[in-house]
């Protein structure tokens, strides 16, 4: 399950997309008629054209970006593991109920499917969502077989292991600084989902002191694969930074990656990597947020150099990494299962 894409730049289908995407109660957690005001009377309207114009920027041969590296991961996955794989977006196309449709059809008494959420970390508006929507797609279908999900991978040691081997080359390159960049999610997020109550944002340390909410809190988990990566990279402290990026509002995690490109030329960092943890498959805010308008904000603000490490997609270890999870499911072993 990846997030998904309109499905085509048509500003209508953008349009679409977009309320489908904004009107989800777990990305824009304001009361229903509120929400439906906010995203149906302001965001949409104005964000749809420039959407769209950005979506062309983008836009593959065959379609979405995100869709296409979706499709890939799926083709380069069934060839690694035995039993049939199907894609399904949360927004848009193709949808969950498909995915279980076809299944249905190429499995004679279909018992179990694994879903495996493309989120490394988990986050109400991402992780959480998905796993939801998939649940109640399969519980209105009254689908018979046994539903499964892999848990947020943040700090699994394959998935380390491939985000780490995919930045290496990068970094052997010269370099000031590296930006690892997170998708933003507002700060009451965080505090929702803290399963304790009262553990996020109660001190300036609390993603360092251990507790149960980091099982659910984006903060904590960002920080932690963070801090795996740069150290299996031997990556020092001074040489790079975490950001969030993809704001909508106030009240988002901070510091925002676009202030910050801004801000680096100044400080006289002038060769900048940047890194998306966040998405294992590039997408808009990859390809256009980072890799072309975050480009020009930090050259014109005064930087000499720009480059982004891709996503995963298809990255040979990526595949290995979800390939040993499905088998380990079908070996009966439950340890990268959902289990909250």
């Given at each position: 399950m990846n997030l998904?894409?309109?499905?085509?730049?048509?500003?209508?289908d953008v349009r679409r997309y977009l309320m489908e995407f904004l009107m989800d109660g777990r990305v824009i957690d304001y009361p229903f008629l509120f929400r439906m005001l906010l995203v149906g009377g302001i965001i949409v309207p104005f964000?749809?054209?420039?959407?769209?114009?950005?979506?062309?920027?983008?836009?593959?041969?065959?379609g979405s970006p995100l869709i296409v590296f979706t499709k890939q991961l799926q083709q380069?996955?069934?060839?690694?593991?035995?039993?049939?794989?199907?894609?399904?977006m949360r927004y848009g196309n193709p949808m969950v109920k498909a995915?279980?449709?076809?299944?249905?059809?190429?499995?004679?008494?279909?018992?179990?499917?694994?879903?495996?959420p493309l989120y490394p970390h988990y986050a109400m508006s991402s992780y959480e969502t998905a796993v939801e929507h998939a649940k109640a797609v399969h519980a209105k279908g009254k689908y018979p077989f046994r539903l499964s999900f892999i848990k947020p991978y943040y700090?699994?040691?394959?998935?380390?292991?491939?985000?780490?081997?995919?930045?290496?080359?990068?970094?052997?390159?010269?370099?000031?600084?590296?930006?690892?960049?997170?998708?933003?999610?507002?700060?009451?997020?965080?505090?929702?989902?803290?399963?304790?109550?009262?553990?996020?944002?109660?001190?300036?340390?609390?993603?360092?002191?251990?507790?149960?909410?980091h099982i659910t809190c984006y903060r904590h988990q960002v920080f932690e694969t963070t801090?795996?990566?740069?150290?299996?990279?031997?990556?020092?402290?001074?040489?790079?930074?975490?950001?969030?990026?993809?704001?909508?509002?106030?009240?988002?995690?901070?510091?925002?990656?676009?202030?910050?490109?801004?801000?680096?030329?100044?400080?006289n960092i002038k060769k900048l990597?940047?890194?998306c943890p966040a998405f294992v498959s590039d997408c808009l805010e990859t390809l256009e947020e980072i890799a072309e308008r975050g480009k020009e904000t930090f050259l014109m603000a005064g930087g000499d150099?720009?480059?982004?490490?891709?996503?995963?997609?298809?990255?040979?270890?990526?595949?290995?990494?979800?390939?040993?999870?499905?088998?380990?499911?079908?070996?009966?072993?439950?340890?990268?299962?959902l289990s909250l």
């Open positions: 998904g894409s309109p499905d085509s730049t048509e500003v209508k964000r749809a054209p420039k959407s769209a114009e950005a979506y062309k920027t983008i836009w593959a041969k065959d380069a996955l069934q060839k690694q593991v035995g039993l049939p794989v199907e894609i399904a995915a279980y449709d076809s299944l249905m059809e190429r499995i004679e008494g279909l018992e179990a499917v694994l879903a495996v700090n699994e040691e394959n998935y380390i292991d491939a985000l780490s081997e995919s930045i290496r080359p990068y970094v052997q390159k010269e370099y000031d600084h590296i930006i690892f960049s997170y998708h933003g999610i507002p700060e009451r997020h965080i505090k929702k989902s803290d399963s304790t109550g009262g553990h996020c944002f109660q001190r300036n340390d609390c993603c360092n002191v251990f507790s149960p909410a801090r795996l990566v740069t150290g299996k990279l031997d990556i020092p402290k001074e040489k790079f930074s975490i950001s969030f990026q993809s704001r909508l509002g106030k009240g988002w995690l901070q510091p925002f990656t676009d202030v910050r490109l801004q801000e680096l030329p100044k400080e990597l940047v890194v150099s720009f480059e982004m490490v891709p996503c995963l997609n298809t990255n040979p270890l990526w595949v290995k990494a979800i390939a040993g999870w499905i088998n380990n499911y079908t070996k009966g072993e439950t340890g990268m299962l």
